[in-house]
């Protein structure tokens, strides 16, 4: 009777929440029900740690430091964290829609799974802030506990998250910092440090290319806070190398929608544009690819890139090396392995649960070509497979999708 009368509580609060986020969001979304799907239960170092909790109930399971989390690719062998009360996770990413993403819905729902009181709640913004804030609003209606999401616009999807919160859902916001308030806006936000990955690149590159040279950078779709922090990182290091000249300038950059086609588009037109390239910093590694085939097309030499790792691009490395003697790969981790963490937090954080594992990591380099950590090419693995996520094939094929 007790848990009947608590999910009624829930339910009202969750109506109550949609209501204001029709409010703030008015012209920008539409309230209703989501399109979401359903299913059963079915070296670095951290710059944060966070310590989310949903009150006294239950014993911290023992943290983990950050550097044992990315040696492990996020996973933790006990699942204390899990509770026992049943409670519905909600999973959202506002892109969902290539490979990276794919992975990432992989990671959250694989550990999730692992809760057999947990019942997962799934949808892809297809790169529609729209669409996302009202799959978020959706979600709340239906009776979520709890959210795991990459919050890809941004700022854009604040409103719709304070909703959440004040719903009475536990909100961890991962792989796209959402800005807003910690703890008022949602409960956590899980990453990598984007500032940082944009800095490591542009130290390697300004080291590679011996601190003389013309390099560009691509991002994702524009605006995304990922990107834009990225270029931050690589804007501060490059002020170092007063000779390294960044083409693509510090306030913005050409975007490829972290996709493989439009990359191969944006490089096109860079290469056209610019007659001397000297390196590429790509902040997504499979749309890499479509780089590549721009030089290629171009007849142009494939000058030293720093992205994110990619099988497909270490095997492209591997093949195009030996007649392209200045091609260089260095990769940081795709860190998808983060989206456990999330999940974790997220689901602790319903379940009343404290888990004190950290939030924020600051990633190294995964691969060098110029170091002894050689990008890896392994033709016994699909191309899209990220090796740092340790993540099996069938659970990939299993829950790296929406239903």
């Known amino acids: 009777m007790n848990s009947q009368l608590s999910r009624a509580a829930h339910r009202v609060r969750a109506l109550l ?4 986020a029709c409010a703030v969001t008015l012209g920008v979304a539409a309230c209703g029900d989501s399109s979401s799907s359903s299913s059963g239960s079915d070296g670095g170092s951290a710059s944060t740690s966070s310590s989310t909790s949903g009150g006294d109930s239950g014993a911290a399971p023992a ?17 204390e964290w899990c509770g026992d009360r049943p409670i519905t996770l909600g999973i959202h990413d ?27 709640v799934v949808a892809a913004g297809g790169a529609d802030l729209q669409k996302s804030i009202s799959d978020v609003n959706g979600m709340v209606a ?40 910690r703890g008022t806006d949602y409960d956590d936000y899980v990453d990598w440090d984007t500032k940082a990955n944009g800095a490591a ?31 931050k990182g690589v804007v501060e290091t490059f002020k170092q190398y007063p000779d390294i000249r960044l083409l693509t300038g510090d ?38 690819q479509g780089a590549l085939r721009a030089f290629q097309q171009a007849n142009r030499r494939i000058v030293p890139i720093a992205t994110t790792e990619s099988h497909a691009v270490a095997c492209e490395w591997d093949r195009l090396k030996g007649s392209n003697p200045d091609f260089e790969l260095a ?25 004190d594992e950290p939030s924020i990591f600051a990633l190294g380099l995964t691969e060098d070509s110029t170091g002894d950590n050689k990008p890896r090419c392994d033709p016994r693995f699909p191309a899209d497979t990220y090796f740092s996520n340790d993540l099996s094939e069938d659970d990939l094929a299993k829950y790296g999708k929406t239903n």
């Open 17 to 20: 929440a949609l209501a204001l």
């Open 331 to 355: 990769t940081i981790s795709s860190r998808n392995w983060l989206g456990r963490i999330a999940a974790r937090k997220a689901i602790a954080a319903a379940e009343g649960i404290p888990l």
């Open 94 to 120: 506002g892109f969902g829609v290539n490979a990276w993403s794919k992975a990432s819905y992989a990671t959250v729902r694989s550990e999730a799974a692992r809760c057999p009181n947990v019942r997962q």
């Open 251 to 288: 306030k913005d950059y050409p975007a490829t929608n972290w996709d493989p086609a439009q990359a191969q588009r944006t490089m096109a037109a860079l290469l056209a544009q610019y007659p001397d390239i000297d390196g590429a910093i790509i902040d997504y590694g499979d749309a890499t």
């Open 63 to 79: 943290s983990a430091s950050a550097e044992e989390l990315e040696a492990r690719a996020g996973k933790v062998d006990g699942t």
């Open 142 to 181: 239906q009776g979520i506990d709890a959210l795991a999401i990459i919050p890809d616009f941004g700022a854009a999807q604040v409103p719709s998250l304070k909703a959440a919160t004040q719903a009475g859902v536990r909100v961890i916001a991962w792989g796209a910092d959402p800005s807003g308030q």
């Open 201 to 231: 690149w542009a130290r390697w590159m300004a080291e590679t290319l011996r601190g003389r040279g013309n390099v560009v950078f691509l991002g994702g779709p524009a605006g995304t806070p990922v990107s834009i922090d990225e270029l």
